[in-house]
C-alpha cells in the first residue's frame, strides 16, 4: 500500500462549488504539506502544518482553508471553486527531524468547469 | 531571495545518451538539496539528497548529482538514459532551519529510441 494517498484522484466540479482534497499518510511523520502544480510554475506550497495544532499559511493559500484532523490526515478545502484553481494537487510529509526530504502522494487532478 | 533555477524546460535525447540536468540555486543557509522525478501521472519520487559530506551523490535509477558551492549548482546527471527516464525533473532547496523546500520549474525530459 502507497504511504501517502490522496483522494480523488482526479475531480470536476462547477465555480461555486465547495470541495474537499484529502490525504492520508502511513509514515508516521509530523509535518503535512499541500502544494499545487501548474504547468511551467512548479509547484507552490498552500498551506503545511507541522501537528494537529500548528497550520501555517504558504504563498498562496487565498481561497483555500486546511484541517489537520489527526497526524496522518490534512484535508485542502475550497470554499468556493474558481477556474482558475484547475490545477494538479498534491500532498507530501516529511519526517520532523534530520535531512527533512518531502513524500509525495500521487496527485489529484481538479478542473473546476 | 532564496529560489531555484532549473535554466533547461525541455530536453531531448536519444536513448543510450548521456544526461545533464541542471540547478542553480540562490539560498542564505547551508543547503539541503533535493532532486525528485515526477512520471507521467504519477507524484514526486526522491531521486537523491545533498545535505553535507561527498558533494558527489548516487541515487536510485542510476543517477547521481554534484554540489559545487561555487557555482551554486546542483546538476543531475545520468551516464546513459533509458526510455522510461522520460518524465519532469525537479530540483528543490531546504535546509536545517526551515520546514520547507524551493522547488524550481523543472525540466521535462523526452528520450527518442
Known amino acids: 500500500d502507497a504511504d501517502v494517498t490522496q483522494t480523488p484522484r482526479n475531480r470536476i466540479t462547477k465555480t461555486g462549488k465547495r470541495i474537499m482534497l484529502e490525504c492520508s499518510q502511513t509514515?508516521?511523520?509530523?509535518?503535512m504539506y499541500w502544494y499545487r502544480q501548474d504547468p511551467g510554475l512548479g509547484l507552490r506550497l498552500i498551506y503545511y502544518?507541522?501537528?494537529?495544532?500548528?497550520?501555517n499559511k504558504g504563498e498562496i493559500s487565498d481561497g483555500y482553508s486546511v484541517s489537520r484532523q489527526a497526524q496522518a490526515k490534512f484535508s485542502l478545502s475550497l470554499e468556493s471553486a474558481i477556474p482558475n484553481q484547475t490545477a494538479l494537487y498534491f500532498c507530501a510529509t516529511a519526517p520532523r527531524t534530520g535531512v527533512r526530504e518531502q513524500y509525495f502522494g500521487p496527485g489529484t487532478r481538479l478542473t473546476v468547469t | 531571495a532564496q529560489s531555484v533555477t532549473q535554466p533547461d524546460i525541455h530536453i531531448t535525447v536519444s536513448e543510450g545518451a548521456s544526461l545533464e540536468l541542471r540547478c542553480n540555486y540562490s539560498?542564505?543557509?547551508?543547503?539541503?538539496l533535493f532532486w525528485y522525478v515526477q512520471s507521467p501521472g504519477q507524484g514526486l519520487q526522491l531521486l537523491l539528497k545533498?545535505?553535507?559530506?561527498?558533494?558527489l551523490v548516487q541515487g536510485i535509477k542510476g543517477f547521481e548529482a554534484e554540489f559545487k558551492r561555487s557555482q551554486s549548482s546542483f546538476n543531475l546527471r545520468k551516464p546513459s538514459v533509458h526510455w522510461s527516464d522520460a518524465a519532469e525533473y525537479f530540483c528543490a532547496v531546504g535546509s536545517h532551519n526551515t520546514d520547507k523546500l524551493i522547488f524550481g520549474t523543472g525540466t521535462r525530459l523526452q528520450v527518442f529510441p
Open positions: 539560498y542564505g543557509a547551508t543547503p539541503y
Open positions: 545533498y545535505f553535507s559530506g561527498d558533494t
Open positions: 509514515k508516521g511523520h509530523d509535518r
Open positions: 502544518s507541522f501537528d494537529v495544532k500548528d497550520i
